[in-house]
């Protein structure tokens, strides 16, 4: 998932720098979305992980 966040990021750089403001704007909220997504489960794992006895990483 965050690399899906990092792809849209870069298309969303490449669109702004070529001027296509739409296009950049709705790639940049995706990847906002998406690592957002990743933040959350993520947090959710480290504690699953901690809460079965394993140490976090």
Known sequence: ???WAVTF???ALIAAALGFS???GTSAGIAQVLF???L???V???I???MRGNPPL
């Open 22 to 24: 739409g296009i950049a």
């Open 44 to 46: 959710v794992a480290m």
């Open 36 to 38: 957002v997504i990743f």
């Open 1 to 3: 998932m965050l690399g």
């Open 48 to 50: 699953a992980r901690a």
């Open 40 to 42: 959350i489960l993520f």
């Open 9 to 11: 990021l870069v298309i």
